[in-house]
């Protein structure tokens, strides 16, 4: 899919063509939230290695209505340039989107976004023809110009949200709800103080800092696990002695961001990893296998179990430990 800031644009766009127009941006919250409705709440959230998920582009929609209303003020009043958008988006990426309400996001696009059709059906011919400069493309625009543009750019993220279902859509649960648990706790434990997360809660238990470093060798130890299990016939896998392992790598005296960035980067790689398992791989039952020892959920000896319900046994005991660090630190679901 090509890059938004890729796109080119031609300028003078005939005023007969504003009523089509109009009914293009008029319909797009109706798309939008067609689209987010259709898809389970898990992939509305899903966070494709940490870009923005579906909720959020619908979100980012919503984030630049108050610029395109600006501008509409600039053609009234004659500004010979546009006011410029935030090319970092940074809105978008700080609004938390996530965690809004469904309704309550679209209710308030479809609000913001009716409020501009409204205004510009009342318009005249001359009033649309009028020119300014568009400040990225550097090229003059009129408003008929500049809702062609806002219509592609609805079109141009509602493709990408939509891309997003049909990606996350054949993907195995376990593998969306790791990355979800990723992206949902990383601004969370982001946000601990200095003097928190290296703050053991007793004697002989974890900092934050070395939770994470534990839930890093679990990535570590269970990438193999993974990948090896696509190679043999068995679920019969190494373990390791988890406190040595924090203790020896002194998680304690690492960097907070460093741990956190490695952490997300690893997780994310084994949701790719989760996806890539063929069905009846992750499917196929296996009497020979060590989840009695391994697994936080153990399956007996004698029982069958499943590559997905290991995958999927790796996400629960992470957000076990999640759990551990974000109810004492801050509020808010953990993952």
């Not at 053991?200 to 990948?227: M, Y």
Request: aromatic share 6%; with cysteine; hydrophobic share 45%.
């Amino acid at each position: 899919m090509k890059r938004w800031f890729d796109r080119t644009f031609a300028s003078g766009r005939p005023v007969s063509e504003a009523p089509q127009l109009l009914e293009r941006l008029r319909l797009a919250p109706d798309r939008i939230a067609a689209a987010l409705e259709a898809a389970p709440a898990r992939i509305r959230v899903y966070k494709p290695d940490g870009r923005w998920s579906m909720q959020e582009h619908a979100g980012h929609l919503l984030d630049l209505e108050e610029l395109w209303a600006t501008r509409l003020n600039d053609f009234e009043q004659g500004t010979a340039v546009l006011h410029p958008a935030d090319l970092q988006n940074r809105r978008t990426h700080e609004a938390r989107h996530n965690e809004r309400d469904l309704a309550g996001l679209v209710g308030s696009f479809r609000t913001a976004r009716m409020a501009i059709v409204d205004r510009l059906q009342r318009w005249s011919p001359a009033e649309m023809a009028r020119l300014s400069r568009h400040p990225r493309l550097d090229q003059p625009m009129s408003v008929v110009d500049l809702c062609h543009f806002v219509a592609e750019h609805d079109d141009h993220h509602l493709a990408a949200a939509t891309a997003i279902a049909a990606a996350a859509s054949v993907m195995p649960d376990c593998a969306v709800d790791l990355a979800n648990a990723v992206e949902g706790a990383l601004p969370r434990l982001r946000a601990i103080e200095d003097d928190a997360h290296g703050r053991r809660p007793a004697d002989g238990k974890w900092s934050p800092r070395e939770i994470i470093g534990h839930l890093i060798d679990s990535a570590s130890n269970n990438h193999q696990r993974f990948v090896r299990a696509m190679f043999q016939d068995t679920l019969v896998f190494p373990g390791y002695e988890q406190d040595a392992w924090v203790a020896l790598q002194r998680y304690q005296d690492a960097r907070w961001e460093d741990l956190l960035t490695l952490w997300a980067a690893f997780n994310h790689h084994l949701s790719r990893v989760m996806a890539a398992v063929p069905e009846d791989v992750r499917q196929r039952q296996h009497l020979t296998h060590n989840l009695d020892r391994i697994a936080m959920r153990p399956v007996a000896q004698g029982s069958p179990a499943t590559l997905e319900y290991f995958m999927e046994d790796y996400v629960l005991h992470l957000q076990h430990h999640l759990r551990q660090i974000l109810p004492a630190t801050t509020s808010g679901p953990a993952a």
